[in-house]
């Protein structure tokens, strides 16, 4: 599997596992709704400025994400590790806002308490029929 395959697979399923590391140093796996957009190695998310994970990544930016796909033959997931960096600049939340957000952000775009996580993936395994390929991003 190649980068772009890699890509498309992510880009197909309907839910993320994100992981973060609490102050005590252990990891803290969230399931969240996919990535708003897939660009080169950023996946981008939206989240509350609010939620613990968003104290987590700004304390330590070391981020894994787990997708997968599970037919009835055939079991296929992807981990991905890389830093997620949060972001609060308005150009970014601009560009992942979408208009159902409303009902969960009541000031809008510009609520404080609406946040982008940006993930900037670095490698990847793919696991599929018993196998793990490695892909460098």
Not at 76 to 93: F, L, N, Y
Request: hydrophobic residues 35%; aromatic residues 12%.
């Amino acid at each position: 599997m190649d980068k772009t395959q890699l890509m498309q697979f992510i880009a197909k399923q309907k839910t993320a596992f994100i992981a973060s590391v609490d102050e005590q140093g252990y990891p803290v796996i969230r399931a969240m709704l996919a990535p708003r957009k897939i660009d080169g190695n950023g996946m981008y998310f939206s989240t509350n400025t609010s939620s613990n994970k968003v104290k987590q990544y700004t304390a330590n930016d070391k981020a894994c994400l787990y997708f997968y796909k599970r037919g009835k033959l055939k079991y296929q997931g992807v981990t991905v590790i890389g830093e997620m960096q949060v972001c609060t600049d308005q150009a970014t939340k601009d560009k992942i806002w979408r208009f159902g957000d409303g009902l969960i952000y009541k000031h809008g775009v510009t609520d404080p308490d609406y946040c982008v996580l940006k993930f900037i993936g670095r490698s990847a395994q793919y696991y599929c029929d018993l196998s793990i390929e490695t892909i460098e991003l």
